[in-house]
């Protein structure tokens, strides 16, 4: 039986479409008939007998005394409680205003349409980004090698660019580049805007693309016979309206997000501590440090 994070991970792999190796993997018809139709899972994705009755957890990557390492350094980069609180009051009270005492704008008034677009060197290769739904953030497809791939141009993103893409923009494929993925590429399928930071911070930015009614909005936009097949042309998603605080309430709200992540993050190093504590006992001369 699935468990909450077994849930999460099968809703999140459906919204992105992404493959992952022994979990899920796109496979077209004359796959599905090489095996009779049966739609058992395992058929698809391999894995090489990881899939011979409950899904069998990983071993730790690090060992113990590297995961408390990693543990006490994210520890000590996470705010106190008292700065938690003092972040809490804040956008209580600026939440608690009211939607007439922020400025209502249209996209187009802080965003500009800007590509970077490069020109595919045959003796190139070029790693590709993909955008996740849901305002969720984005991914690294792959690397391709300009010699193998049919597109004579992609865009290069930046560090603070809005990024979407154009199909079925209901889902809300779209979201703010963090500097990670600063230099990836995508197609032209993939429109790029550059951001007038003294109106609005991109995280702030990126925070509203994870909203459901800015999806919806995306979606009364699209164009297309079918929904699932609609598109979102950059000037009619420019023409979506936003309420925008000033840049004072709005990083007390991206100062929240990193709090948020920041203590997602020592739970998830202190599950490796304890997986990594756990293989030790287990296996002893084998995991001993």
């Known amino acids: 039986m699935l468990g909450d994070a077994g849930i999460k991970r099968v809703i999140d792999t459906f919204k992105s479409g992404e493959e992952q190796d022994g979990f899920a993997r796109w496979v077209g018809r004359e796959a599905v008939a090489n095996q009779k ?27 113990f005394e ?21 972040l809490i009051a804040a956008v209580r009270d600026i939440s608690g205003r009211g939607r007439d005492a922020w400025r209502h704008v249209a996209l187009r008034e802080i965003a500009t349409l800007a590509s970077e677009k490069v020109a595919v060197d045959p003796s190139e290769e070029y790693p590709i980004v993909g955008v996740l739904n849901a305002g969720q953030g984005l991914f690294w497809r792959e690397t391709i090698s300009g010699a193998d791939t049919t597109y004579a141009s992609l865009q290069r993103l930046r560090t603070g660019q809005l990024v979407y893409r154009k199909l079925t923009a209901w889902e809300g494929p779209i979201t703010v580049v963090p500097p990670e993925f600063d230099g990836g590429y995508v197609s032209s399928e993939f429109p790029t805007f550059t951001l007038d930071e003294d109106a609005v911070l991109p995280e702030f930015l990126a925070l509203v693309c994870r909203r459901p009614s800015f999806w919806n909005e995306m979606r009364i936009r699209s164009r297309g016979t079918a929904e699932r097949r609609g598109r979102l042309n950059p000037q009619d998603l420019l023409n979506v309206e936003i309420q925008l605080p000033d840049l004072d309430a709005q ?27 756990l293989e030790r006992l287990l296996s002893p001369g084998e995991n001993a440090a």
């Open 37 to 63: 139709y049966h739609l058992v899972v395992r058929r698809y994705v391999g894995g090489e007998g990881r899939y011979k009755g409950a899904a069998r957890r990983q071993r730790p990557e690090l060992g």
């Open 66 to 86: 590297e995961a408390v390492e990693v543990y006490v350094t994210v520890r000590d980069g996470r705010s106190t409680d008292a700065d938690i609180d003092a």
């Open 251 to 277: 990083a007390r709200f991206v100062e929240l997000e990193r709090a948020i992540r920041r203590t997602d993050a020592e739970r998830a190093t202190l599950e490796a501590v304890g997986g990594a504590a």
